[in-house]
């Protein structure tokens, strides 16, 4: 009931930038947190980025001072603006999105995962 669509992936160069957007539609009552993960082969699913309903934000070590996630409350949107890329940031790219859905008088929580986008950064 929730559709999230993901879009800004690429390839790019070494020390380039992009950023990533998620929107998200369906019978969102609110939204608590919005993040965005990321998997390269052989790896897990990590945690790059979120930011929760206050606005507070965390990140994954590796990308602390080069991403910044940001939201628009008023589109369900979140962002990711990645700059000074490396090739190891590389990766899948999937955004999650945890909230509350409104059907009638029902309200139900929801944790929905985007389709993903691959981020390929070349050396």
């Known amino acids: 009931q929730v559709q999230l669509v993901e879009s800004g992936g690429g390839l790019v160069q070494a020390g380039g930038s992009l950023r990533l957007s998620c929107a998200a539609s369906?019978?969102?009552?609110?939204?608590?947190?919005m993040g965005w993960y990321r998997q390269a082969p052989g790896n897990e699913r990590e945690l790059v980025a979120a930011?929760?309903?206050?606005?507070?934000?965390n990140y994954e070590d590796s990308v602390k001072g080069r991403f910044t996630i940001s939201r628009d409350n008023a589109k369900n949107t979140v962002y990711l603006q990645m700059n000074s890329l490396k090739p190891e940031d590389t990766a899948v790219y999937h955004c999650n999105v945890q909230g509350t859905l409104k059907n009638g008088l029902v309200y139900s929580g929801f944790t929905s995962w985007g389709q993903g986008t691959q981020v390929t950064v070349s050396s």
């Open positions: 369906g019978n969102i009552f609110s939204i608590n947190a």
């Open positions: 930011i929760i309903s206050g606005g507070s934000t």
